[in-house]
């Protein structure tokens, strides 16, 4: 058996004290529930946008001859991803000694690689310029041979 009293009947204050005017709650729900998605997906995106998938890192080089580099780098990929390195070897004038596209094929998502980069000369600075998945990097630097310099053939060989 109900009440006697309907809640209208009551004045707003004894409404209150006893709870009988009760907010609609999906408001806040949903209030909440757009919050905590739009978070996330700003952490997803964050996320993507700072760790991006291909990390190419130059560790060292090593002159070894006058005609000769050792270039080691490590890239962290995904197994899946055929990648593209290029390096590039110059003098103190910034001309390039020595310019290459390494391919390094699927397999594992992390590959350290020594390559022996055939120069004209002893290297001043080596960089690695980029490193993209599926085909050579676009956005690099040509090789900045001097002109009528012709690039020598990569790698580097005994025979070279």
Same mark, same amino acid.
């Given at each position: 058996? %109900? ?28 209030g909440v529930a757009f919050?905590?998605?739009? *978070?996330?997906?700003? !952490? ?20 070894? %001859? !006058?005609? /000769? ?8 990929? =995904? ?18 000694? %020595? ?7 699927? #397999? ?10 055939? *120069?004209?000369?002893?290297a001043f600075v080596v960089?690695?310029? !980029?490193? =993209?998945? %599926? #085909?050579?990097?676009? /956005? ?21």
């Open positions: 058996m %109900g009440s006697p009293l309907r809640s209208r009947d009551l004045s707003p204050r004894m409404r209150e004290r006893y709870g009988l005017d009760r907010r609609n709650p999906w408001p806040v729900v949903l919050a905590v998605t739009f *978070t996330a997906a700003l !952490a997803f995106v964050a996320y993507n946008v700072l760790s991006p998938g291909l990390q190419p890192k130059l560790l060292a080089w090593n002159v070894v %001859g !006058a005609d /000769r580099v050792d270039v080691t780098f490590e890239v962290r990929r =995904s197994a899946s991803a055929d990648v593209y390195c290029v390096i590039r070897a110059q003098d103190e004038t910034r001309a390039d000694l %020595g310019y290459a596209v390494v391919p390094l094929p699927r #397999g594992t998502t992390y590959v350290q690689e020594t390559y022996s980069l055939h *120069t004209l000369a002893p960089e690695l310029l !980029a490193c =993209s998945a %599926g #085909g050579p990097p676009q /956005r690099v630097p040509p090789p900045q041979f001097p002109p009528g310099v012709v690039p020598p053939e990569q790698p580097w060989s005994p025979n070279s």
